[in-house]
């Protein structure tokens, strides 16, 4: 019993966590993106029912006595359908084994938040009915470049065991996955009804694996590419949607970089009523856009792909179309993004949707703030804005001015080099938590900052559940005062009761770590580089967070000493990550040997010489398979 509630508590990750219960046989007796789309994915069901004939007369004591599992399962599979939280889901399968059995029934959704902590054969042994899957693969840190390409997660596996055990599934959303072009020609051609597939920070395939989905799936509704690597194989996939009306409601493919077939796209788009979101990438040109706009009005999330001129249109010397009666065309617009390669001077077109727009990004046009506020100062209903640095100090105040809904904001380098003065710094920083007291999520890349701005927007901005405040440049202290950052971040952790998510730089001391031991107690994911004193600062964490479950640490003075304190807690989170830091191999092995159902895996670069004593990168993550089979050669995974 014991030892299926500790499997089972591992899963619980908020409503973010994979379902590690997938033990099959006997019943046991008890999310680099720049994107504006989010991660949550319910753990619905679908119910299913049974009756007893008319024509057989029973009397309930009779019925009860020779069937009560049967009438139990019934009731639970009716009422467990309205269960949406995978954590309300995981719960109610530890009752029983009737309820174990009927939660496993009932559920349509199947979230797995490291594709190795459990094998698709276990799945598929556990959830029968499964019509929705989420797969995570590699950690964070990889779209920082600090894990070798060719590590693993690969789909492949996968989607083979989906094509046999799931006929009616429907959607498919992989994050940081390998994806080749035969796993997807394979999820074309096995499901039917195939309506959606999200890649997000995916790697592997190109556009002739997206012509196997474009022509294969007649029933596709959903079809994103966020921040995916596409390879161009020079197929033109676009043309090879079905003919006729299509069901398509999403399509985004702004990663994508190389040229399209625009005609085919045009007569797509025109042929698609349903169509509410469209992300262009750069080879669409304004003008290729209009006409796009002028067909699909009816769009809820436009991103515009190149937001210029065209240089064969300059030197014909063509007319510019009216591009601000085309947004003003579009009343139901409430996200924009792209803006690719812009042209200022264009801007001035989107003043007609700026009232309605929620959500708002920047992130890949370098303006000022003379060029934003111009646009800003009429996004009132403004909840997320996406930027880059470029627009200073000076944009944020115009945000903070007038955006008094806003819920998250990220802050992108134009420069991300340590040794440039940064164009957003403080000032900034506390003219956000002054005049957007609702936020709820921030990412803020800067080269300065103080304890008083951090301590302010910890005392404004108390709703705050994501604070990531990157301070390029290593050990950068309150540049006002030269003392180290512990005292802002010690005040994020302790005032904003909400936070669940935490990065940290700049110069800190173990009293930071100290602090978010102390204050951080639904803290589940913390990022920590170029930061702490000693082992005592990753201690602090570990026996503090109760609810921790990824723990990210690169660049950070933390040894075997501090890894062994958190013996207690590794087998209830579902990564640790450390890189760069002070292990040694005889402190992982030690690790392995203590908690046999982790996983420890030890990296190095593929020119790295295996060596005794130093550990460059260490990954341990809960399985309930044990070491995976397919590890590189620079990938040793201690036992």
């Not at 709703?463 to 005062?481: N, S």
């Not at 460059?616 to 397919?630: A, C, F, I, N, V």
Request: charged share 25%.
């Amino acid at each position: 019993m014991r030892q299926d509630l500790t499997v089972q508590q591992m899963s619980e990750d908020d409503d973010r966590s994979p379902p590690l219960d997938l033990r099959c046989g006997a019943a046991p007796s008890i999310n680099r993106a720049r994107n504006c789309s989010g991660e949550a994915v319910s753990g619905s069901g679908s119910s299913t029912s049974s009756s007893i004939p008319a024509s057989v007369p029973v009397t309930v004591t009779e019925y009860q006595s020779q069937y009560p599992d049967q009438v139990l399962e019934i009731v639970l599979e009716n009422v467990l359908q309205f269960l949406t939280s995978r954590r309300d889901r995981n719960a109610a399968s530890l009752v029983c084994k009737s309820w174990w059995r009927a939660e496993a029934l009932t559920r349509s959704e199947l979230f797995i938040g490291n594709c190795y902590a459990v094998s698709p054969d276990r799945a598929r042994g556990r959830f029968r009915r499964v019509r929705s899957v989420v797969l995570k693969g590699k950690p964070r840190f990889a779209d920082f470049n600090l894990m070798p390409p060719d590590w693993g997660a690969h789909f492949g596996p996968w989607v083979c065991v989906l094509a046999n055990a799931y006929p009616w599934l429907e959607k498919v959303y992989l994050k940081r996955m390998s994806i080749t072009d035969d796993d997807l020609a394979l999820l074309a051609e096995s499901f039917s009804g195939f309506k959606e597939l999200t890649l997000v920070c995916c790697e592997g395939f190109g556009t002739c694996g997206l012509a196997f989905i474009a022509s294969k799936c007649r029933q596709l509704r959903v079809l994103d590419l966020i921040e995916t690597e596409v390879t161009d194989d020079e197929v033109d996939w676009i043309s090879l949607f079905p003919e006729g009306e299509t069901c398509l409601e999403s399509l985004i493919f702004d990663c994508v970089d190389c040229a399209i077939n625009f005609e085919a796209l045009e007569k797509l788009v025109a042929r698609s009523p349903f169509l509410r979101k469209l992300r262009l990438n750069r080879h669409v040109s304004i003008r290729q856009l209009y006409r796009l706009m002028v067909r699909a009005p009816q769009l809820t999330h436009l991103g515009t792909g190149k937001y210029g001129p065209s240089e064969v249109a300059q030197r014909q010397g063509d007319t510019e179309p009216d591009y601000i009666a085309a947004f003003a065309a579009c009343k139901s617009l409430v996200c924009l993004s792209g803006f690719r390669e812009i042209t200022p001077d264009y801007l001035s077109a989107i003043y007609p949707v700026c009232a309605n727009l929620t959500s708002l990004n920047f992130s890949y046009a370098t303006i000022t703030a003379d060029q934003l506020k111009p646009v800003i100062c009429n996004c009132h209903k403004l909840q997320i804005f996406w930027a880059l640095d470029s627009i200073c100090d000076e944009g944020l105040q115009a945000v903070a001015a007038t955006c008094k809904e806003l819920r998250e904001l990220r802050v992108f380098p134009m420069n991300a080099q340590e040794d440039v003065e940064g164009p957003v710094s403080e000032v900034g920083l506390q003219a956000i938590s002054e005049g957007c007291r609702k936020l709820q999520s921030i990412l803020y890349f800067c080269q300065r900052m103080t304890n008083a701005a951090v301590i302010a927007m910890s005392s404004n901005c108390l709703e705050l559940e994501v604070f990531r405040l990157c301070i390029m440049g290593r050990h950068r202290p309150d540049h006002a005062t030269g003392e180290p950052m512990d005292e802002g971040f010690g005040a994020i952790v302790r005032n904003c009761r909400k936070l669940t998510r935490l990065a940290v730089s700049g110069l800190l001391t173990d009293r930071a770590f100290g602090y978010i031991g102390k204050y951080g107690k639904l803290i589940r994911t913390l990022s920590v580089a170029f930061a702490g004193d000693s082992d005592m600062g990753l201690k602090y964490v570990l026996e503090g967070c109760p609810k921790l479950q990824k723990l990210e640490i690169r660049d950070s003075p933390f040894g075997d000493a501090a890894l062994r304190s958190g013996l207690h807690h590794y087998y209830n989170m579902r990564f640790l990550w450390m890189s760069s830091c002070r292990l040694t191999r005889q402190g992982c092995q030690e690790i392995a040997q203590a908690m046999p159902r982790l996983v420890v895996e030890v990296i190095r670069s593929d020119d790295e010489e295996e060596t005794d004593n130093y550990v460059e990168t260490l990954y341990m993550y809960r399985s309930l398979e044990g070491p995976r089979h397919d590890a590189p050669k620079f990938v040793t995974i201690l036992r």
